[in-house]
C-alpha cells in the first residue's frame, strides 16, 4: 500500500487546478472509487465536464459535508437535532442560486460525479420550482420561450383535458 | 470563453446525465448542428470546430446558449428530476416546449400508471389516455370508485387499445359497480402478464368471470373479489386449479363459499401469504385444521368465524409466520386456542380477540411472556373475561403496544 493520500487535485474544465482534502472527495462515488482503487495513483484528477465556477460549488458543498460527518463521528455516531437543522439551513443557503447559471450546471455535476446529496438537494430545489406551476409560469422560471405552433399547443391541450381534466 | 466551455460541456467525455439519458432516444434533431453536438468528436472535427468558434460573432453566441439551455440542457435536468413531480406537474412539464415534450414522453417509466380514481366519465378518459403513445407501456391502471365505466368502454379498450395493455402489471376496479363478467373477460384479454387484480364491491361477477380471469391471466399473484357476493366454491376451484403462485387473496363477505372450496384452496395454493376471511361465518373446523398447510401465511382474518373452535385454533397456531391475526367475534374461542397461539406463533405484532368473552387474563400472561416485544397492536375490547385489561396494564405487558382497537 502506498503512503495514505490526503489530498487530491481536481482540474476544471478551465484549466483551473483545486485541492480538496480526501474526506471532501469521498462524498462523490466516482472519486471515491478512484480513490479506494490501489491500482490507480492520483495525481490530478481532470473533471472535463465542470467549469471552475461550478466546480468551486462542488467542492464547497463535499467539505461542508465531510466536516459535518467527522463531527459527528466525533460526537459518538449521532447527529443532535440542532446540527442536523443546522446543516439543512446550510443546504437550503447553498441552493439559493441562479437557476440559469448555477443551478443546473450544479446538478448535472453532481449527477457526473455521483455526489448523491448534492444530487438530491439540487433536484428536490428544481421539483420546488415547479410543483403546482402553470406552464407558462415554469417558462418565466427557466427562461424558455414557447416554442411551439398555436396548431400544436392547442392540440395538446385538447388531448390533455380530454383525458385528464 | 464561456461558449466554448458550454459546448464542450455536452460533448467531451462521459455523458453528463449518467444512464438516464443514455437509455432514451432524443429522436430526429432538426439541424446538423444539434446532432454534432451529441456525438463524440473525432480530432479532425475538432480543429475545425474551433475554426468555426472563432468565426461565431456576439449575437450568435447568444442565440446558441439559448438554443443549448432550451432544447438541451433544460430537458435533460428535468428528466433528471421528473420521478420527482406529480403526473399533474409533468403535464405542466409537457406543454412547456417541444423539447421538454418530446424528452419527457420518450421516458417510458414516467408513464407507467394511469389514475382514475373517483373520477366521473372515466370510461371514456382511460380510452383517450390509452391512445397516446406515451402511455403504450402502462402497468397499472387504478380506476376505483371512478364513474362511468362499464362493460362497453372495456370492451371498447379490447379493440381499440389492447397493445398498450399488453403489459399491464395491476388493475383496480374496486367499486365498479356496472362492470360485469362480460367487461372483466374483455378487459383481461389483453392483459396476460397481470399480477394484481381488485375488483371489490362487485354483485354482477359471478364464477363466470373468474372463469376468465383464470384463463387469460396465468399470473396472478394478488387477488381481491371482497364483497362479490355471486361468488362460489366453484371460483375458489378455478383459482386452487389455476394460481399456485397466489400470495395474497380477499373474500371478506363472498357468503356463498364453503369448507370443500376453500378446502381446495388450502391444499393448493401453497404460497398464501395473506387470507382475508372477514364475516364468512359458514366455514367449520373441518377446514380450519387444513390452514397449517398454509406455511408461509403471515395475515389471516378471520372476523366472524363463529365455528372457530380451539381445536381450529390450534391447527392454524402452526402458521409460524403468522404477523397479523383477527380473531373478532370468534366467540367458541377460549384461552386454550390463544394460548396455542401464543406458543407457537412467536413473530405475531397484531392480535385481535374482539368480543372473545371466553379469553382471561392467562391469555395475556402467556402471550406476554412468548412475543411481548414485538406485539404493537392488540384489541381486548368486549373481553369481559380479562379483569385487568387497562391501557397501564396492557403497556405493562406489552412495551411496544401502540394501537389497542382492530375493530370498529
Not at chain 1, 137 to 149: A, S, V
Not at chain 2, 29 to 48: D, E, V
Not at chain 2, 304 to 331: F, H, M, P, R, Y
Amino acid at each position: 500500500m502506498s503512503s495514505p493520500v490526503e489530498q487530491i487535485t481536481v482540474v476544471s474544465s478551465d484549466g483551473d487546478e483545486f485541492k480538496m482534502t480526501v474526506a471532501a472527495a469521498m462524498q462523490s462515488e466516482q472519486l471515491k472509487q478512484m480513490l479506494t482503487d490501489d491500482s490507480i495513483s492520483i495525481v490530478k484528477v481532470p473533471v472535463e465536464n465542470i467549469s471552475t465556477e461550478i466546480l468551486v460549488k462542488v467542492i464547497e458543498y463535499c467539505q461542508k459535508h465531510a466536516d459535518h460527518e467527522a463531527a459527528t463521528k466525533a460526537n459518538g455516531g449521532g447527529a443532535s437535532d440542532s446540527e442536523a437543522e443546522e446543516l439543512n439551513k446550510w443546504d437550503a443557503e447553498f441552493m439559493k442560486v441562479d437557476v440559469e447559471d448555477k443551478l443546473f450546471h450544479i446538478l448535472m455535476a453532481a449527477n457526473y460525479l455521483e455526489i448523491k446529496g448534492l444530487f438530491d438537494l439540487a433536484c428536490q430545489t428544481v421539483a420546488d420550482l415547479i410543483k403546482g406551476k402553470t406552464p407558462k409560469q415554469i417558462r418565466k422560471i427557466f427562461n424558455l420561450k414557447n416554442d411551439f405552433t398555436p396548431e400544436e399547443q392547442e392540440r395538446l391541450s385538447r388531448q390533455h383535458n380530454c383525458s385528464f381534466d | 470563453m464561456a461558449i466554448l466551455n458550454t459546448l464542450l460541456f455536452y460533448r467531451t467525455g462521459k455523458d453528463i446525465t449518467g444512464q438516464v439519458f443514455r437509455s432514451h432516444n432524443l429522436g430526429k434533431s432538426p439541424s446538423f448542428f444539434f446532432h454534432w453536438l451529441l456525438l463524440p468528436t473525432p480530432p479532425i472535427l475538432h480543429s475545425a470546430s474551433q475554426h468555426f468558434y472563432s468565426k461565431v460573432g456576439m449575437e450568435e453566441i447568444a442565440e446558441t446558449e439559448d438554443f443549448t439551455w432550451s432544447r438541451e440542457t433544460v430537458p435533460r435536468v428535468l428528466l433528471l428530476v421528473s420521478s420527482r413531480l406529480s403526473q399533474g406537474d409533468l403535464f405542466s412539464l409537457l406543454l412547456v416546449n417541444p423539447w421538454i415534450y418530446r424528452t419527457l414522453v420518450s421516458a417510458s417509466s414516467l408513464w407507467e400508471v394511469l389514475n382514475f380514481r373517483e373520477r366521473k366519465n372515466a370510461g371514456n378518459r382511460l380510452i383517450a389516455a390509452l391512445s397516446l403513445p406515451r402511455y403504450r407501456n402502462v402497468k397499472q391502471i387504478n380506476l376505483e370508485f371512478a364513474q362511468d365505466v362499464d362493460d362497453t368502454h372495456l370492451t371498447i379498450l379490447k379493440t381499440k387499445c389492447s397493445d398498450s395493455l399488453k403489459g399491464l402489471d395491476s388493475l383496480n376496479l374496486n367499486g365498479c359497480q356496472k362492470i360485469s363478467d362480460e367487461g372483466v373477460e374483455a378487459v383481461t384479454s389483453c392483459c396476460p402478464q397481470l399480477k394484481t387484480f381488485s375488483i371489490y364491491w362487485n354483485v354482477r361477477l359471478t364464477d363466470a368471470g373468474l372463469r376468465h380471469l383464470v384463463k387469460n391471466c396465468k399470473g396472478i399473484v394478488h387477488l381481491n373479489i371482497s364483497g362479490c357476493k355471486n361468488i362460489s366454491d366453484q371460483s375458489l376451484e378455478f383459482i386452487a386449479d389455476n394460481y399456485s403462485e397466489l400470495e395474497s387473496l380477499n373474500l371478506t363477505r363472498c357468503v356463498k363459499l364453503t369448507d370443500s372450496g376453500l378446502k381446495q384452496l388450502l391444499q393448493k395454493c401453497l404460497s398464501l401469504q395473506s387470507l382475508n376471511l372477514y364475516a364468512l361465518s359458514s366455514f367449520t373446523d373441518k377446514v380450519y385444521k387444513k390452514m397449517s398447510l398454509l406455511v408461509h401465511l403471515k395475515l389471516l382474518d378471520l372476523c366472524g368465524a363463529q365455528n372457530l373452535s380451539d381445536e381450529g385454533l390450534s391447527s392454524i397456531s402452526k402458521c409460524k409466520n403468522l404477523i397479523t391475526l383477527n380473531l373478532t367475534w370468534c366467540v367458541r374461542v377460549t384461552d386454550e386456542g390463544v394460548i396455542s397461539v401464543a406458543r407457537s406463533c412467536t413473530s405475531i405484532e397484531s392480535l385481535s380477540l374482539f368480543g372473545i368473552t371466553g379469553v382471561t387474563d392467562k391469555s395475556l400472561e402467556t402471550l406476554s411472556k412468548s412475543g411481548s416485544n414485538k406485539i404493537t397492536t392488540l384489541d381486548v375490547n368486549g373481553c369481559i373475561g380479562i379483569k385487568n385489561r387497562s391501557r397501564e396494564k396492557l403497556l405493562q405487558l406489552f412495551p411496544n403496544l401502540k394501537c389497542f382497537k382492530v375493530h370498529s
